[in-house]
């Protein structure tokens, strides 16, 4: 549970960093919120296409600081939410490898019992 935290505390910091720029670009360089939105998403997943530019001096400046931290906090995000699948998966496979291992060991017992019932026996 303190993972899935962990994850929408990050998503809802990225989300608020993306939504605030969008608000942030809106406003110097006179786009709408879509524009906006859509050059910042641009930048961050380092897409690019370069249809729409900063042309203000201070839109360049915050790109400079969207390009940098924009990009260094997608692949955190990324990265956390793989990590975090990545262990459910892992945790999954390991309660599933402990189960089979407790029947083969039940099984062995159940063998060894069953021979030795059948040596005594015969004695």
């Given amino acids: ?48 296409y370069g249809d729409f530019v900063p042309l203000t001096d201070s839109g360049k400046i915050l790109t400079i600081f969207y390009a940098f931290f924009g990009v260094a906090t997608a692949l955190y995000v990324l990265s956390s939410i793989s990590s975090s699948l990545f262990k459910k998966h892992v945790g999954e496979k390991v309660g599933e490898i402990k189960r089979d291992v407790k029947k083969e060991e039940k099984i062995k017992k159940e063998v060894r019992d069953t021979i030795t019932k059948a040596v005594r026996k015969k004695k």
């Fill in 1 to 48: 549970m303190k993972v899935r935290g962990n994850i929408a505390v990050i998503l809802i910091i990225f989300l608020a960093f993306i939504i605030g720029g969008a608000f942030a670009y809106s406003s110097i360089e006179g786009w709408n919120l879509l524009d906006a939105l859509y050059f910042l998403v641009m930048t961050v997943t380092t897409i690019g």
